[in-house]
Every structure is written in structure tokens, then in C-alpha cells.
């Protein structure tokens, strides 16, 4: 047997009779705070009451109401007592008067129904919007508010959900494009020449605050066509008008002038001249119609600007070929990374001695001295033994041998140790030992980037230039030499051609070139030795792609040897008489390339701010006092605007 919760709740006569499938309501004069705490324990929704909320309630239901159908009957009675409610960002709503609603309503989509007060944006995208507000706004509710204005192409209406739906179908059956299209064929003006008689005769400002044309011009490209789009009265109006104009253009002289914008006149002229040459010969097999076969066409280059002395008709087939050439090109942008990791170590170990006998003693004289070693142990024992009975000049033989001793010790590098004496006999001996082990790592990182319109060549260099000889000649006697110089670059150069294919991809002519100065050939020449590592080649990349160009890893290992023959081939006693010394060195060179294409401004914004703030964080770290917007601003003239704001 099912239990049937029944809840009475008599308020002023009133009853509301609560079921499992729903509510009955009946509502004689109750006041309107008591009805919507009702609705709020049925529905169990939050309800913001302001103190102002008053009024009476008159409701009977013959059927049980679900919590859905009850929260619209009280936005119904919300509305007959000129109140709303608007659902707040928490999901509370807040009922208040209508007027002071309007403030408080949500943005709102198209899918929100009911008698909730909402506000919506409707776009309008062909008519315009003053017209759509002055054509909606009859049919916006009392307690409702709508806004439009020129130059905003957006309507806002603020109403019940159910009556903006109706409002939004009034607006969707206004709003349509109802303009046609015709095609306009020319005979005697380049069609983009057409478009821009046509932009200046109907532009006007449009409903967008912009300059909206009330016709709109398609040049077709390859065709003497221009496509017209507009209402069918604005067409009928400027059509007779273009073809007036196409057909004086028949009248023309036989002298035209054009201006190129983006190409150079001496690369358009010789195009422009084989078309000539074969217009000629076309005149002359009598294939064009009689037309006069004299044409010429001459350039001026101070305002890059083109002659062109022909019939009408040859003027209009030349001029359709330059409106093709003189387009703008896109840019390329390449930056090159070029990474050595160098790794260089060296050991050494050597034994150096010396072994005299006095003037009656029978021990023979031996040394053991060895090249690429240093002290030199000959220099240290002469520094010590020659005397010079008290001579101190600079030239006597102790200093010689002092300062050669001096001069082998500051080319000592790692550890050495040794013993020197004298016998009693007035004989001699020495020993020196030393040893080296040194490492050395490099780590150079260039990163040249160039900037180049499409096809077109550009470098980049930066470096020094060193004088090489490459000549020289004695006069009589050796007298007046005279000798010839060649200045050559060292540092980090980049050439590159950029060509800009289908699909985004670009192909690079690049030549890559670092190089520096070694040192002297040797010590007694002046000659220098440069290190040159280059790349020439073309490859394929991405727009916006890293790829690498090329590289080298080379390991080299170099062993030195001096010994005294066969004492110094001995096992283990053979350490004693030979010197050692391993050199091995590891390098690593990649050259790494990331092109990327730059269309317009804005394009070209974003590069130059990434660079710009770059340079900017640099400055910040090194804590320069030096402002690059100061520079900017008072140098230049100008700040690089940031697209980020």
C-alpha cells in the first residue's frame, strides 16, 4: 500500500497541496514574499528577495505542478506584479522591480526560455543595425530595454528569454543578403584599374564605422572581368556608368604613364621588351589586325616610374602584364645557429740530465736533453757554471746563458722538479724531471639571422679584415721593396637567396662561412694562419622548421716521441732516457638553419618584438645603464610597438 504524504499550510485561506507527482496550488490574495518561499522549498533554488518586492497572488492550479513548471509560474506572477528575476554568477536568483532588473541581467545565448529576464547580442551582418533596432523595437516588452547605434554592428535587447526568441526570428528574416552578383566584361580598362574607379565612386561609411562600398569589385585575374556584388537598384545605377567608362578608355592617346609600387622598373623593362619584340612580330605577319606596329616603352627610375608610347590596345595588353609583375613580395627571415664544442688535452713526461767530470776526474761528459721540453736543462747548468771573473755586462757569456735559462723556464708548463751540484773535482751534474697534464674546452655559439625579400640576395657579415700579402718585389741592390696586400674577411658571414614555393616551403641558395685568425705562420714569420670552416649549398625547409645544414666531428690524437737511441727502447730503464707527450683533441661543429616567412605587418611585428625584447632581457641582466627604448625613441624617432598589449 503506498503512502500519500499530504502537507497542509494554511496562510490566509490559502492551500498548497504537495504530491509525490508534483504541487496543486491555490493562492486567494496571498501576499507575494509567501508565494516564492514556497517555490523555493518545492524547488529548492535560492531566491534573493529585495525589501521592495510587494504585491498580491491569485493562483489556483487543477492539476499537480513538477518544480520546472512551478519556477515559470512564479516568473509569471513576477511579471503581472512588475517584478524579475535575473539568476546570478552563484546560480542564486534576485528578484527585484523590472526597472532595476535591467542592470542586473545575464548575457545570455539563444538557448535560455522562460519568463527570466535575460539580455542578448544579436550580430547583424547585411542591413543595418539602426534599421534592425527601429524595426524590433515595438515588439520589446515594457519592463524591456534595447540599444543600437551607428558605427556598432550589434543590436542588445534586454526582455524575457520566451520574447527575445521571438524578437531574435523578426531579426534573422531582416537580416539577409540580398545582393546580386554580375560579371562586367571590359574591353579597353585592366580590370584592376576598374575595381579602384568602382571602390572610389561608391565607397561611403558603412554601418561598421568603416568605408563600406555599396559596390563590391573583384578583379579577375587572367581575364579582362571585373565581378560587381550589390543590391539589384546600386547596380542598374553604376553599371551604365563603368561601361561609359571602359568604352572612352577606347579614346585614349597613344602615351601612358605607370607608377609600379612594388617592382623596380629596370627588372620589369625587359620583360616588358620581349613582349614588344613579339608584339612586333606579330604586327608585321599581319596577324594583330593592322595595329600600328611602333612601340615603346622607356623607364624613369627616380619615381619608378614606366612610358609606354603604343596604340590603346597594346597599352592595355602591356598594362595587364604589369599588374601581374608589380605585386608585393613576401620576406624571409633566416636565422643560422652555428655550434663548436671543442675538447683539447695534452700529457707530457720527460726526464732531462747532465753528467761532467772535473779536470782530473774520468767520468765522460753525457746529457740528455730533448726539444719540446721545457726548462731546458743545457741553459740551467750554463747559467751556473761559466763564469765571467766579474765581467757583468750584458753581452758577456753568463748573461747570454742567464737569460736564455730565464727564457726556458717561462716557457715551463705543469710540474718539474730537479737536483743540481757540483763535485769535489769541479764536476758536474743535474737532473731535471717534469710532467703536464692540461685540459681545454671551448664552447662558441654564433647566431647570424638576415632578413630578404622573396628571390632576392641577402648577407651578412660580421668580423674584421686582415691584411694578406700576396706579393712583393725587391728594387736594385734590395733596395725600395715593394709589396702588394690583399684585404680578406675573417669573422661570421651569411649569404642566402630565399624562393618561396607552393605549401609554405622555401628554397635556400645559402652560403655559410666562420671563420678566424690561427696565428702566425711561424715564430720568425708574420704570416698569418686562418681557420675557415664553411658551407655552400641549397636545400628545402618548413616554413618555421630547424634543420640542420651539415656538420663535422673530428678526433684527432697526436703522439711525440724523443729518445736517445737504443738506451732509450730499454724496458722500464728506457723511461730515463726518452721524453713523451700525447695530444688529442675532439671537435664538434654543427650548423643549424630556421627560415620563416613574414607576409605583412603584422608578421613582421611579431619578429621584430621578439628580437627587440631579447636584446631588452640582455640589457636588464648585464645591469646597463644604457636604455634601448631611450636609444630608440631619441635616434630613431620611434618605439617598436608591441602587438602583446
Given at each position: ?392 755586462t750584458t753581452n758577456s757569456a753568463s748573461q747570454i746563458l742567464q737569460t736564455a735559462a730565464v727564457d726556458s723556464f717561462l716557457g715551463l708548463n705543469g ?94 641558395e645559402i652560403r655559410q662561412e666562420v671563420s678566424s685568425i690561427s696565428g702566425p705562420v711561424s715564430a720568425i714569420s708574420s704570416e698569418l694562419v686562418t ?115
Amino acid at each position: 500500500m503506498k503512502k500519500i504524504i499530504i502537507i497542509l499550510m494554511c496562510i490566509f485561506g490559502n492551500s498548497v497541496y504537495a504530491q509525490q507527482s508534483g504541487i496543486t496550488l491555490n493562492y486567494r490574495d496571498a501576499e507575494l514574499r509567501s508565494f516564492i518561499e514556497d517555490v523555493a522549498i518545492e524547488t529548492r533554488k535560492t531566491f534573493i528577495i529585495d525589501p521592495q518586492v510587494t504585491g498580491k497572488v491569485n493562483l489556483i492550479s487543477s492539476e499537480p505542478l513538477s518544480s520546472e513548471v512551478l519556477f515559470e509560474t512564479m516568473l509569471s506572477v513576477l511579471k503581472v506584479n512588475g517584478m524579475s528575476a535575473v539568476t546570478n554568477s552563484n546560480g542564486s536568483i534576485k528578484i527585484t522591480k523590472s526597472e532595476l532588473a535591467l542592470t542586473d541581467s545575464a548575457l545570455v545565448g539563444s538557448n535560455v526560455q522562460g519568463e527570466q529576464l535575460v539580455t542578448r547580442v544579436f550580430f547583424i551582418k547585411y542591413v543595418d543595425p539602426v534599421m534592425v533596432f527601429n524595426a524590433v523595437r515595438p515588439y520589446v516588452s515594457a519592463g524591456g530595454n534595447s540599444y543600437a547605434r551607428e558605427g556598432m554592428a550589434a543590436v542588445i535587447i534586454t526582455d524575457s528569454a520566451d520574447n527575445l526568441i521571438r524578437i531574435s526570428q523578426i531579426i534573422a528574416n531582416i537580416d539577409i543578403d540580398q545582393e546580386v552578383v554580375k560579371t562586367l566584361n571590359l574591353q579597353h580598362t585592366s580590370p584592376n584599374e576598374m575595381a579602384e574607379i568602382t571602390m572610389g565612386l561608391t565607397s561611403q561609411i558603412g554601418f561598421n564605422g568603416g568605408e563600406r562600398p555599396l559596390l563590391q569589385a573583384i578583379p579577375v585575374k587572367g581575364s579582362r572581368s571585373l565581378i560587381l556584388k550589390g543590391m539589384p537598384a546600386i547596380l542598374d545605377q553604376y553599371v551604365p556608368i563603368l561601361e561609359d567608362i571602359d568604352r572612352n578608355n577606347a579614346s585614349r592617346g597613344d602615351m601612358r604613364l605607370i607608377r609600379l609600387s612594388y617592382a623596380k622598373t629596370e627588372n620589369v623593362l625587359p620583360v616588358l621588351q620581349q613582349l614588344v619584340n613579339a608584339i612586333t612580330s606579330e604586327n608585321q605577319d599581319g596577324s594583330n589586325g593592322g595595329a600600328s606596329s611602333e612601340i615603346t616603352i622607356a623607364e624613369y627610375s627616380g619615381t619608378n616610374m614606366l612610358v609606354i608610347n603604343a596604340d590603346p590596345e597594346i597599352q592595355q595588353r602591356l598594362a595587364e602584364v604589369i599588374e601581374q609583375i608589380d605585386i608585393p613580395r613576401d620576406q624571409v627571415l633566416v636565422e643560422a645557429i652555428v655550434v663548436e664544442v671543442s675538447e683539447n688535452a695534452s700529457k707530457e713526461l720527460g726526464l732531462q740530465y747532465i753528467l761532467a767530470g772535473g779536470d782530473s776526474s774520468n767520468i765522460p761528459f753525457t746529457v740528455a736533453n730533448y726539444s719540446n721540453t721545457a726548462p731546458n736543462i743545457l741553459a740551467a747548468t750554463g747559467a751556473i757554471v761559466v763564469e765571467d771573473d766579474g765581467d757583468n755586462t750584458t753581452n758577456s757569456a753568463s748573461q747570454i746563458l742567464q737569460t736564455a735559462a730565464v727564457d726556458s723556464f717561462l716557457g715551463l708548463n705543469g710540474f718539474a722538479a730537479g737536483a743540481a751540484g757540483r763535485f769535489s773535482d769541479g764536476g758536474i751534474f743535474g737532473v731535471i724531471l717534469n710532467a703536464l697534464a692540461s685540459d681545454t674546452d671551448s664552447n662558441i655559439l654564433s647566431t647570424p639571422s638576415v632578413m630578404a625579400l622573396d628571390n632576392e640576395t641577402a648577407s651578412f657579415l660580421a668580423g674584421q679584415e686582415i691584411p694578406i700579402t700576396t706579393g712583393e718585389a725587391l728594387g736594385a741592390a734590395n733596395a725600395n721593396p715593394f709589396r702588394t696586400v690583399e684585404r680578406k674577411n675573417v669573422g661570421i658571414q651569411l649569404e642566402i637567396k630565399p624562393q618561396i614555393t607552393d605549401g609554405n616551403e622555401i628554397r635556400l641558395e645559402i652560403r655559410q662561412e666562420v671563420s678566424s685568425i690561427s696565428g702566425p705562420v711561424s715564430a720568425i714569420s708574420s704570416e698569418l694562419v686562418t681557420n675557415k670552416r664553411e658551407i655552400q649549398t641549397t636545400v628545402r625547409a618548413s616554413d618555421g622548421d630547424v634543420i640542420v645544414l651539415g656538420g663535422l666531428i673530428e678526433q684527432t690524437e697526436r703522439i711525440t716521441v724523443d729518445k736517445v737511441p737504443l738506451l732509450g727502447d730499454i724496458p722500464i730503464l728506457g723511461r730515463a732516457f726518452r721524453s713523451e707527450g700525447t695530444t688529442r683533441e675532439n671537435r664538434n661543429l654543427m650548423i643549424f638553419l630556421r627560415p620563416t616567412i613574414v607576409r605583412n605587418k603584422e608578421e613582421m611585428t611579431t619578429v621584430t618584438n621578439q628580437k627587440y625584447q631579447y636584446m631588452q632581457g640582455r640589457q636588464a641582466l648585464s645591469g646597463s645603464n644604457l636604455s634601448l627604448d631611450d636609444m630608440m625613441q631619441n635616434v630613431i624617432g620611434g618605439r617598436v610597438t608591441n602587438n602583446e598589449q
